[in-house]
């Protein structure tokens, strides 16, 4: 039996984490310029600190639909609690992870340090990948 792989290979490089202290905006902005569903969130430090999705710009946005103005940082509306996963994971296992919770991007950590962001569709076109004899 061959081994399974694992989430390192589906990432798609270093991803840039935004700052606690960034506007909003700007994160939303970033968000919607990568694509991204969620970008993390470090500390000076590179600490992982929570993740910043793209329905936790939605309030703020809708703000300032009615106000004009965007108000507060990334710090006021981030996910503190974060469901990570480690590199080294099996393919088949985030998977699982993914199966049972909500979320479109996860985290992905080599010990105490950010490496990306793995996606539910990365994942999802990896089994079909694997399910159909062309994984490589």
């Known amino acids: 039996m061959t081994a399974s792989p694992r989430v390192a290979s589906l990432l798609h490089g270093p991803v840039t984490p935004l700052a606690e202290s960034d506007s909003i905006r700007a994160a939303a902005e970033r968000l919607v310029a990568y694509r991204a569903a969620a970008l993390p969130v470090a500390d000076a430090a590179g600490g992982l600190v929570g993740v910043l999705s793209q329905k936790d710009c939605f309030g703020p946005a809708l703000t300032a639909s009615y106000h ?19 590199a080294e994971t099996e393919i088949v296992a985030a ?42």
């Open 68 to 86: 004009q103005e965007w108000r507060g940082t990334v710090a006021d509306h981030m996910a503190r609690e974060v469901i990570t996963i480690d």
């Open 95 to 136: 998977a699982r992870i993914f199966q049972s919770q909500p979320h479109r991007t996860l985290p992905v950590m080599r010990g105490d340090a950010l490496v990306g962001m793995l996606r539910r569709s990365d994942v999802l076109r990896a089994l079909l990948a694997m399910t159909s004899g062309r994984w490589q």
